[in-house]
């Protein structure tokens, strides 16, 4: 090879190089966009999606966990049935979904103090329902509920 060959193709090489520059910065510049909007998608993606509340502020359970939760609720049962005259047979936490706690509840009294309890558990804050229930009449004009109730803690 001589000096001669080596200038040639040297400044071939440049003069190519000068010819493909913009087009290798255009290049260049849109996968420098690709890869930021690619990494903006995995940022987005790996966020915890926030939940909207199952029920308002006032009408849930104020309680740190579920387990915390399903005792209040217990508490409030037995509270709201020792007033009405009602026997609390049962009232166990029972593992809920998110947001949610349940309650497995056995209640049995004169007829008029269950229906008027179960009344004011789903009137009265915080907001409960019976999901599933059952009344079975006992002798002496007696009711037992047995029934699962469910409420908001989150």
Excluded: C, H, Y
Aim: glycine share 10%; no cysteine; charged share 20%.
């Amino acid at each position: 090879m001589t000096r001669a060959t080596l200038i040639a193709g040297a400044a071939g090489g440049l003069l190519a190089a000068l010819l493909l520059a913009p087009a290798t910065g255009t290049a260049l510049g849109e996968l420098s966009r690709a890869r930021a909007a690619r990494a903006e998608a995995a940022a987005f993606d790996t966020r915890s999606p926030t939940s909207p509340p199952l029920v308002a502020p006032a009408l849930r359970i104020g309680a740190p966990n579920e387990a915390e939760a399903a005792r209040a609720l217990a508490s409030r049962v037995r509270t709201l049935a020792a007033q009405g005259g009602v026997l609390v047979e049962q009232a166990q936490g029972v593992r809920g979904s998110a947001g949610l706690v349940r309650l497995r509840l056995r209640l049995s009294g004169p007829d008029k103090a269950v229906i008027a309890l179960a009344d004011r558990l789903e009137r009265d804050a915080p907001l409960l329902r019976l999901r599933s229930w059952q009344i079975t009449a006992l002798g002496d004009g007696g009711l037992r509920l047995d029934g699962e109730a469910v409420a908001a803690w989150r």
